[in-house]
Nanobody, 116 residues
């Protein structure tokens, strides 16, 4: 059974950094692309970043550009999202996601709050 656990998130001050993690199980992690999405209050869900299987390439939404870095540790079956210079508009629930055999699997989501 595919499972994701996202223990990160929390409160961060404007301009601060935060690293999210998403630990997975139940599938061959290294064989699949992984993604981070986010949904802010009153906003649609947005794809933030994607990393190819085996960490071959990455892609980012224009809205985050140089502000985030996605990475993966295939030995730990974990994908990360390193964020910096956080702003109020970055406040959202962040989800990790993958697609296996046309089936979508999502983490439970982790809340990121940006406030002083």
């Amino acid at each position: 059974q595919v499972q994701f656990v996202e223990p990160g998130g929390g409160l961060v001050q404007p301009g601060g950094p935060l690293r999210l993690s998403c630990a997975s199980s139940g599938f061959t992690f290294s064989m699949y692309a992984l993604r981070w999405h986010r949904q802010g209050p009153g906003k649609e869900c947005e794809l933030v970043a994607e990393i190819a299987r085996r960490g071959g390439s990455t892609d980012y939404a224009n809205s985050v550009n140089d502000q985030v870095t996605i990475s993966r540790d295939n030995a730990k079956n974990t994908v990360y999202l390193q964020m910096s210079s956080l702003k109020s508009e970055d406040a959202a629930v962040y989800y990790c996601h993958t697609t296996l055999l046309f089936q979508n699997y999502w983490g439970q989501g982790t809340q990121v709050t940006v406030s002083s």
